[in-house]
């Protein structure tokens, strides 16, 4: 049966793991795996090393996401330990899922077991998948200490969660999180850090630029120049030129 029949009807073997990886590996492609790859930095000591493709774009993970909404956790987690991408993608595309259409008890579960499985959002597309909609989404309301806490870790991911989770926080107008995370963020030494804060703070200047600004006044002559250059992407040329010259 095709991908559209089963869109239509019922997923045959129900809301399974082994299920959503042959679905995922029927629509492999070697060719688009090699891309991949290289374009998600997998070789020896970059940032995705070891990671492999099966070759699928993301709408097409998101289509086949669409047959697996109420996966329970224990498939979900399956998919996750995956050494496959778009196994571990498709994973995290279905638990926000399920998170946006839990009760409060559920999306608790779901935010500590993301939480926990964490060592598995591995790569910058899987957190900025994930991290927004279930660790923003659960503590927006709530005590920020496991931000912070994330922010001071080793690991570029656990760091990057930290930084995407406040995309939430910012859709809401709440900045000083994401303020104050830039700050402490500041020399960070990795690029993919760099880039997030900058985009963070971009996405506070689309809501409100005073905040934004005021932040680029202090810190502007001293964060890193992709940082900078990422969250001044949308200001007027003019505004642009006296930032980068740090003539402000």
Same mark, same amino acid.
């Given at each position: 049966?095709?991908?559209?029949?089963?869109?239509?009807?019922?997923?045959?073997?129900?809301?399974?793991?082994?299920?959503?990886?042959?679905?995922?590996?029927?629509?492999?492609?070697?060719?688009?795996?090699?891309?991949?790859?290289?374009?998600?930095?997998?070789?020896?000591?970059?940032?995705?090393?070891?990671?492999?493709?099966?070759?699928?774009?993301?709408?097409?993970?998101?289509?086949?996401?669409?047959?697996?909404?109420?996966?329970?956790?224990?498939? =979900?987690?399956? #998919?996750?330990? @995956?050494?496959?991408?778009?196994? $571990?993608?498709? !994973?995290? %595309?279905?638990?926000?899922?399920?998170?946006?259409?839990?009760?409060?008890?559920?999306?608790?579960?779901?935010?500590?077991?993301?939480?926990?499985?964490?060592?598995?959002?591995?790569?910058?597309?899987?957190?900025?998948?994930?991290?927004?909609?279930?660790?923003?989404?659960?503590?927006?309301?709530?005590?920020?200490?496991? =931000?912070?806490? #994330?922010?001071? @870790?080793?690991?570029?991911?656990? $760091?990057?969660? !930290?930084? %995407?989770a406040t995309y939430h926080f910012i859709r809401n107008r709440h900045f000083d999180t994401t303020l104050q995370l830039a700050e402490k963020l500041l020399n960070d030494h990795h690029d993919l850090i760099h880039k997030a804060v900058g985009w963070m703070l971009r996405e506070i200047g689309k809501?409100?630029?005073?905040?934004?600004?005021?932040?680029?006044?202090?810190?502007?002559?001293?964060?890193?120049?992709?940082?900078?250059?990422?969250?001044?992407?949308?200001?007027?040329?003019?505004?642009?030129?006296?930032?980068?010259?740090?003539?402000?």
């Amino acid at each position: 049966m095709g991908l559209t029949a089963e869109v239509n009807g019922d997923v045959p073997g129900g809301l399974t793991a082994s299920r959503a990886r042959m679905l995922l590996r029927e629509k492999a492609d070697p060719e688009q795996a090699r891309q991949l790859s290289r374009f998600f930095k997998t070789g020896t000591g970059d940032y995705g090393e070891g990671d492999r493709f099966y070759g699928i774009k993301v709408p097409e993970t998101r289509k086949i996401s669409k047959l697996f909404r109420g996966m329970p956790l224990a498939e =979900i987690a399956d #998919l996750l330990h @995956s050494e496959m991408h778009e196994e $571990r993608l498709l !994973a995290l %595309i279905v638990l926000t899922e399920n998170f946006s259409k839990a009760d409060e008890a559920g999306r608790e579960q779901i935010y500590h077991f993301y939480m926990n499985k964490r060592k598995w959002v591995n790569n910058w597309d899987l957190v900025d998948s994930s991290a927004r909609q279930i660790a923003g989404g659960w503590l927006l309301d709530r005590d920020k200490s496991p =931000i912070f806490q #994330l922010a001071e @870790s080793d690991s570029l991911w656990d $760091r990057r969660i !930290a930084v %995407i989770a406040t995309y939430h926080f910012i859709r809401n107008r709440h900045f000083d999180t994401t303020l104050q995370l830039a700050e402490k963020l500041l020399n960070d030494h990795h690029d993919l850090i760099h880039k997030a804060v900058g985009w963070m703070l971009r996405e506070i200047g689309k809501r409100d630029e005073k905040p934004m600004l005021t932040f680029l006044d202090s810190h502007c002559r001293s964060m890193p120049r992709t940082m900078l250059r990422y969250a001044i992407e949308k200001l007027d040329v003019d505004v642009r030129r006296r930032y980068l010259t740090g003539n402000v």
